[in-house]
């Protein structure tokens, strides 16, 4: 059985590694390739696969998880194979992790430790490192009882240990607890701190800027379509969770209209919960984005999995959005969606395009590579034109009154329309402008004082930037 010391390393890297699971009716997997995912996520934080092993139960086994009989076989394929950790395609209880190494000889790592490695080895900037470290002690604190045999008491009833140490004692346990819990406080704060600093810039940018969020499942080719459209830079490549920060970069729609272009961290199934409250923060320029752009890569066999999983997290955090939300004046709605068919050109024949756009309406089908203009090898102009039709609404000559005093609003509809006439009255400015209702509705969700008319003075109503016709007709249906 690993030692104290052993077992505190959870790291995987250059180790040979056995991967198992138990697969229970409402299993979430691939059924054509079981432990494709678990696998990949072994070799991106630097394992080498050499055996598997699963087994199908209606109910896991208390102690071991697996049956006995098939720890020792996964015992068996561990010493065959000279594997030093076994990684479990679920997650474990502590009690269950020291009963398998006591059984197999070997460290067990089931599947919210391993991302949590993957995670702390790709974080590169404060914020995530903090994030990270966070996720980890969440993780660890209730699982510290099976990661010790010294709980014996420090002093202990009339040991002897010089004055001042003698007395009931206190259990080493108990210690590492406190300091857990002292030290997770600590960075909670630290972080707090950094999200407010982010919270106060999204909601600066919003104002000024439609924003656009890419969001989908790691690896699906997010960063590969965020560089495309924007001069952004964002590390790609073809492994799990290469992108662990969002980045934030103007998209030039052509014919004087911008967009900010948000690449986000990448889904994957059943991501721990406390790895998820973490990286809330990492999400908060997707959630309170005007439209989110979900990319999914069909030609990967488990993508109807991964689309649920996206939309299952995004409903979570949505939900959770509404729930926070108590501003009286202004009710928040999640923003639009639309789905990105990616990697359209490694299907096998355009009837496989077919099923999905059929079972997604409205979706549309890209190629996130660049050709030679360096634009979407496909679907870049049906992509371009729902985003400024997001963006803008239909474009309507309208006299937009505002007080003088908000010059910030006037400067943002000069930039963003085609203004044509400007008229004084009093403290206020009426501007005839070329301009969708969407602008003006963005606008004024963002504080802004605004009435619109016609040109013949009738009253316009621009009470929603978010209308029904750019909800995504699949968003309600069972994919």
Not at 242 to 256: F, H, K, M, Q
Not at 442 to 468: F, H, N, Y
């Amino acid at each position: 059985m690993p030692t104290p010391q052993e077992r505190a390393q959870l790291q995987v890297q250059s180790e040979r590694v056995v991967v198992a699971a138990v697969r229970i009716p409402d299993s979430t997997f691939d059924h054509r390739d079981p432990f494709g995912e678990i696998k990949a996520l072994a070799e991106q934080a630097g394992a080498t696969v050499v055996g598997e092993l699963s087994q199908r139960l209606e109910r896991p086994v208390g102690a071991t998880y697996m049956g006995s009989g098939k720890v020792a076989e996964l015992k068996g394929i561990c010493e065959a194979t000279n594997a030093d950790t076994i990684i479990f395609d679920h997650d474990l209880s502590p009690k269950q992790i020291s009963n398998i190494e006591k059984e197999t000889g070997k460290k067990v790592v089931d599947r919210s430790e391993l991302i949590l490695d993957i995670f702390a080895s790709r974080a590169s900037t404060v914020e995530a490192q903090l994030q990270v470290e966070i996720a980890q002690l969440a993780y660890t604190y209730p699982r510290l009882k099976a990661m010790w045999d010294h709980l014996e008491r420090l002093v202990g009833r009339g040991g002897v240990g010089g004055i001042g140490t003698r007395g009931p004692g206190e259990q080493q346990l108990e210690i590492d607890r406190r300091l857990v819990q002292k030290r997770r406080l600590a960075l909670e704060g630290e972080l707090a701190i950094i999200q407010a600093r982010k919270r106060r810039e999204v909601a600066a940018r919003k104002r000024e800027h439609f924003t656009v969020g890419i969001v989908g499942y790691t690896n699906a080719g997010k960063s590969t379509l965020f560089n495309t459209l924007t001069a952004g830079g964002a590390y790609a490549d073809d492994r799990l969770f290469a992108t662990l920060v969002t980045r934030t970069r103007d998209w030039d729609l052509g014919g004087g209209l911008s967009v900010l272009l948000s690449d986000t961290v990448g889904f994957v199934r059943d991501i721990p919960t406390h790895l998820v409250a973490s990286f809330k923060a990492t999400l908060e320029e997707a959630t309170h984005a005007d439209v989110l752009l979900i990319i999914l890569d069909v030609s990967d066999p488990a993508a109807e999995i991964q689309f649920k999983t996206v939309n299952r997290v995004l409903d979570e955090l949505f939900e959770e959005l509404a729930k926070s939300t108590h501003d009286e004046d202004r009710f928040w709605e999640p923003p639009p969606r639309v789905v990105l068919l990616n990697k359209v050109d490694k299907l096998k024949d355009n009837s496989e395009l077919l099923v999905w756009q059929k079972k997604l309406p409205g979706s549309i089908a890209i190629s996130a590579l660049p050709d030679s203009q360096s634009r979407l090898s496909m679907g870049h102009d049906e992509l371009v034109t729902f985003v400024r039709t997001a963006a803008l609404g239909d474009i309507e000559e309208l006299d937009v009154t505002l007080p003088l005093s908000d010059s910030r609003t006037i400067t943002i509809i000069e930039k963003q329309a085609e203004v044509l006439d400007r008229t004084y009255d009093g403290p206020n400015v009426t501007l005839r402008a070329r301009i969708g209702r969407r602008q003006l509705a963005r606008l004024r969700s963002a504080g802004a004082r605004i009435e619109a008319a016609t040109t013949d003075g009738k009253r316009v109503p621009i009470e929603s930037a978010r209308e029904e016709t750019t909800r995504p007709r699949w968003a309600t249906k069972d994919v």
